[in-house]
Structure formats: C-alpha cells, structure tokens
C-alpha cells in the first residue's frame, strides 16, 4: 500500500475511538461530532485498521483520507472492531499511518459487555441463534472485546501512554458533560463546549443492530448466485425487530463461568496495572453471583 500522504485527497484523522463493542461507542461518536472544532467521518465504524471480514484496509489510504474532507481543526472516527485484538491487530497499522493520533478507548465491565454483545447476535435475524457457549467459538471477537488489559497492552506496544485515554463507559453514561470534557482537552480542542444532546440518552443498541443488519443483509445479496451488485449499506428494509428472545436467562455451563470470570477478572487488574486507575465500575461480579445467574 502506498503510504505517501501529500498527493491524496482529503487527510488523515487526529483522533481515533478504538472501541469497545457494546461500550457507548454509538453514543460517543454522536457527541464528538456537535463540536465545531471536530470534523468526524460520514458514518460510524469505517473499520479501516482491522483485519479480515467487514474490514476496510484493502480499500486503500486514498479511500481512508476521503473521509476526512473537514477543514475543522480536528477531525477523528469511531470503530469497535479495533479493540478485538488478536483478532484484529490494528496498533501496528495505526502506528504506521497515524502515529501522531490519540486513542481513545471506553471500557465497560467485562462480564456484562460480553452479554451484551451476544444479546444483540441473538436479536439479529441475519444470524443464527446459538447459545452464548457456541457464540463464543464461532465469534472469537466476543470474548476478546471484553479483555480490556490485553487490548491496552497492545496499544502501549506501539502508542506512548500519554496518546491513550480510557474512560469507564458508565462515565460516559452517567456523567456525560463531564466526560466529554476530558475527552475534548485530550484530543486537543476547546473542552469548554457542550450540546443539550449530552443530556440525552441516545438508543444506541437499536441503531447498532440495524447498522449491521444492514451490513449483513447486502453481503448476503452479494453472494447470491444471478443477482446484481448491491451498495455495502443498503436502504434499511431489514427491520430491528428482534426475531431471537434476547430478554431470556443466558445459560452457560459451569466450567465455562469459571474460566470467563478468573480471565476477565486478570484483564481488569492488568488494566488497572497498565493505567495505573482504579476502574470501579469494571469490578467482575462475584463467582457465586454468576453461577446463580446463567446455570
């Protein structure tokens, strides 16, 4: 790929929110973009540093720099798959191309970001319902999503600490002026700016699942035998209606509680270590509490 930057259009974004899934990533890209001082990409999530399905690095840097047209002072994007390492290895082509940016990271409880995340499989009609067991074999990145620790010690392989920021998302959530203070002084414009929308809460899980709904609705036209060339994101005719009962108890057998929650519970102290920050709200709920929740 050529990486000379002056002949192509556009440019290359200051700032980019690295993830996670199910962590206020929706939310965050909204409020980023009412600062006149941010110019933010056309839509959330253009994936341009992941690595395999869905992903956007074979599109090339001229495709990446179009998406920067703003003459703000900043300007930045949203992607959740960057935070599913090792299934996507994007720090080391993030350092490559943008060196310079700042990485935002939110973070969320592990335990209950990997439900989430799988809630919102099953309520997806384009995907086959599986239990959360099979989910996670099928959908490495579930899991990966929620190894906080391991995500921010890759980052720290290829980015200073001084050029990452992680933030609880029930900071974002609860206190959101304030968070999007702190966000704004990091990536470098005016924090004193504030918007009536960050008193508001957004629904994100519904406008994620259609997004990907979306997504997968035109790559299954596309592998259909005799039809015509669809558009990556086509109009929305797949409605967000859940078609899997995603309010049902999530059941996972016992071996795999353990094994999930000792992990997840390791990636929280090494976050801790790494950042050195408390993280309070990243507290992995006890054993006992887990086995009496999903057995």
Known sequence: MN???????????????????????????R??????????????????????????????????????????????EVSAVYSTYPTNLVASRMAQIIPQARLVYLVREPWARMISHHKMHV???????????????????LRHASRCGLQVAFLQEFFPPEQI?????????????????????????????????????????QQGELRAQRYAAAKFRRTQPGTMPQPELPPPTVAATPVGDSSARVLIPANLIRELHDEYCREVDQLRLLTRQPFPSLEVPPLADLMANHT
Not at 36 to 57: A, H, L, Q, V
Not at 173 to 195: C, K
């Open 165 to 205: 920021l992680v933030l609880e998302s029930t900071y974002l959530s609860d206190a959101t002026p304030a968070a999007m203070r702190e966000i704004f002084q990091f990536v470098g414009v005016s924090p004193d700016f504030t918007s009536p929308l960050f008193l508001q809460k957004i629904n994100t899980s």
């Open 31 to 76: 409020y980023l973009g009412e600062h006149p001082e941010i110019g933010m990409s056309p839509d959330k999530g253009p994936r341009f540093f992941g690595e395999g399905e869905g992903t956007n690095f074979q599109k090339g840097l001229d495709w990446y720099r179009s998406l920067f047209q703003s003459d703000r002072p900043r300007c930045g």
């Open 3 to 29: 990486l000379q930057q002056d002949p192509l259009p556009g440019r290359l974004p200051d700032f980019v929110v690295v993830g996670a899934p199910k962590a206020g990533t929706t939310s965050i890209h």
């Open 123 to 141: 309520r997806n009609p384009l995907r086959e319902t599986l239990s959360l067991a099979d989910d996670l074999q099928a959908n490495p990145k």
